[in-house]
T-cell receptor, first 116, second 114 residues
Framework: AQTVTQSQPEMSVQEAETVTLSCTYD???????LFWYKQPPSRQMILVIR??????QNATENRFSVNFQKAAKSFSLKISDSQLGDTAMYFC?????????????FGTGTRLKVLA | EPEVTQTPSHQVTQMGQEVILRCVPI?????FYWYRQILGQKVEFLVS????????KSEIFDDQFSVERPDGSNFTLKIRSTKLEDSAMYFC????????????FGPGTRLLVL
């Protein structure tokens, strides 16, 4: 069974600083996708970044980047130049597919607070 | 930019009552999902739906739950006889064919069962 582990329940960072959120996962699959979702206080889940496991290059989206270590099954999220609007719950998700459809398995989340 | 919408945003119901949560997925998407998030806990998969039938469901999705796509736009989750432990945030998501799995989430419906 696939599992996703986020070992940091809470983190804080000063505005404009860089923070890294960790995520590890367990799977026997070779091809899969990984995602980071942001859930601000409004509670809507917003896609931050995705990574295809077959790609060696780490995904980046503006201030967000990942460090994908396939052998170590690690998928950390780095937020550069943190902004107050980055305050949110961040969920790491592993995507698996079966029966012709996709399913996410989420980690327990990391609550990030950006301090002014 | 197209987005997934959900109604109502909040629902309060008495234990044992039936509730229907509604979702309008993004129009060209073909895969639909429901997830649940109990307060303070992680997001849990309930069910996926494709081609007018359930593709996969979790152990949470028991006989009290059902899903339906009654027309070309809505995707509903019905809970027949709500229990206290059904209180949660329910998220609908959709993805398009060939999107390699990226799911877009609605804003959620907060369900409170009293």
């Amino acid at each position: 069974a696939q599992t996703v582990t986020q070992s940091q329940p809470e983190m804080s960072v000063q505005e404009a600083e860089t923070v890294t959120l960790s995520c590890t996962y367990d799977t026997s699959e070779n091809n899969y996708y990984l995602f980071w979702y942001k859930q601000p206080p409004s509670r809507q889940m917003i896609l931050v970044i995705r990574q295809e496991a077959y790609k060696q290059q780490n995904a980046t989206e503006n201030r967000f980047s990942v460090n994908f270590q396939k052998a170590a099954k690690s998928f950390s999220l780095k937020i550069s130049d943190s902004q107050l609007g980055d305050t949110a719950m961040y969920f790491c998700a592993f995507m698996t597919w079966a029966s012709g459809t996709y399913k996410y398995i989420f980690g327990t989340g990391t609550r990030l607070k950006v301090l002014a | 930019e197209p987005e997934v919408t959900q109604t109502p945003s909040h629902q309060v119901t008495q234990m044992g009552q039936e509730v229907i949560l509604r979702c309008v997925p993004i129009s060209n998407h073909l895969y639909f999902y429901w997830y649940r998030q109990i307060l303070g806990q992680k997001v849990e998969f309930l069910v996926s739906f494709y081609n007018n039938e359930i593709s996969e469901k979790s152990e949470i999705f028991d006989d009290q739950f059902s899903v339906e796509r009654p027309d070309g736009s809505n995707f509903t989750l019905k809970i027949r006889s709500t229990k206290l432990e059904d209180s949660a945030m329910y998220f609908c998501a959709s993805s398009e064919l060939g999107s390699r799995g990226t799911q877009y989430f609605g804003p959620g419906t907060r369900l409170l069962v009293l």
